[in-house]
């Protein structure tokens, strides 16, 4: 898990799932996981989903270069097209440079 810090590139994909093949997805989404926290430039990432089926992960990258070698790993892209054909009703992506994050916990 990591936060982003100034300057590096975050990658906010949103997403409502289908009802279909939970444990296909849950396999690929830990696939993903692993195989983004692998790649050159990957600083850290961010995920949840609430029951209704929609999701948030932020997944956040050195340079703007590192977050396009993910978005067109081959292994990444095969995973898209399955997200596209079994799991996902709909999902957006945003790219934003973070411009400032901080964090704050009860004591």
């Known amino acids: 898990m990591g936060r982003g810090r100034r300057g590096q590139i975050a990658v906010i994909f949103t997403s409502r799932r289908t009802a279909n093949d939970g444990v296909g997805y849950d396999r690929a989404a830990a696939q993903m996981e692993a195989l983004a926290a692998a790649q050159p430039g990957f600083a ?8 209704d089926g929609v999701g948030i992960t ?15 790993h081959p292994e990444h892209s ?3 097209q399955l997200g596209r054909d079994r799991w996902y009703r709909s999902y957006s992506i945003t790219v934003a440079e973070v411009e400032r994050a901080y964090d704050w916990t009860a004591p």
Do not use: L, M, P
């Not at 850290?44 to 029951?51: K, L, N």
């Not at 932020?58 to 067109?72: G, M, T």
């Open 78 to 80: 095969r995973i898209r």
């Open 44 to 51: 850290g990432f961010e995920s949840v989903r609430g029951a």
């Open 58 to 72: 932020v997944s956040y990258w050195q340079d703007r270069e590192s977050a396009c070698a993910w978005r067109d």
